[in-house]
């Protein structure tokens, strides 16, 4: 949650016209307090934000998040703004192409970090192969982080080989802002670079990972990894 305050200079009435000169200028500026991030995510905070949301993952979100006991409601807050539980998204694959691979990896007894990979080969005369690498985080099963990077790169032909790249994030974790910075595309290779900032204060300093796929004729690697 953000709060802000504005303050606006006022005037009394001036009786000359020289007052009113000297007067203008202060009368018409504007103070604005610099926006300060709230000290902790709260329960009604995060309901406050879902349902302030017009996307279809808060809207799933907040129907899941209201169907857990207030207990469980506390503990998914809690760890939406523990830094080192999104430290610990990591992922990591290596698989032929056309495999699909989807693995589960438990934290603690509510949290868990799903990675999952696809790649499939178009019927087109380059034999274009696109793999797409997601890793996603879970409370209670309930998905509030999900980092994707897909690349596309032909696999025949003699003309020029140039590789296409995106990143997509989807996010309903309040307590962060995660922004892509950039996605740079060499060979058949691709880096996306994330960084979480954050909208409380008790997730503390910015994270930042990169996100790779590395892709070749028959297979793919690729992995989520902290860079700070």
């Known amino acids: 949650m953000l709060t802000s305050t504005t303050g606006r200079l006022t005037t009394a009435a001036v009786a000359t016209v020289a007052g009113l000169a000297v007067l203008a200028p202060a009368a018409q500026a504007v103070e604005q307090a610099p926006a300060k991030p709230a000290v902790k995510l709260t329960v009604a905070g995060y309901t ?10 808060a809207k799933q979100t907040l129907k ?18 523990d830094r080192r539980i999104y430290k610990a998204l990591l992922g990591k694959v290596a698989a032929p192409v ?7 990896d438990p934290y603690n ?18 034999r274009t192969t696109t793999v ?6 879970e409370i209670f099963r309930i998905p509030v982080t999900s980092e994707t990077l ?13 590789a296409r790249a995106s ?46 796929v590395l892709g070749a004729k028959s297979s793919y690697r690729a992995t989520l990894k902290n860079v700070g």
């Open 167 to 212: 990143a997509t994030v989807t996010n309903v974790n309040a307590a962060i802002k995660i922004k892509n910075d950039r996605v740079s595309v060499k060979g058949f290779g691709a880096t996306a670079s994330w960084a979480a900032i954050p909208q409380v204060k008790s997730f503390g300093k910015p994270a930042y990972k990169a996100q790779t």
């Open 64 to 81: 899941k998040f209201q169907g857990l006991s207030k207990g469980q409601q506390t503990v998914f807050v809690k760890d939406l703004q």
């Open 150 to 162: 897909t690349i596309s790169y032909p696999t025949v032909g003699k003309g020029p080989k140039r």
């Open 98 to 104: 056309g495999k699909p691979v989807s693995i589960i």
């Open 109 to 126: 007894k509510e949290v868990r970090f799903v990675t999952k990979a696809s790649s499939i080969v178009a019927k087109d005369k380059s």
């Open 48 to 57: 406050k934000y879902l349902k302030a949301q017009k996307t279809p993952a």
């Open 132 to 137: 797409s690498f997601t890793v996603t985080q």
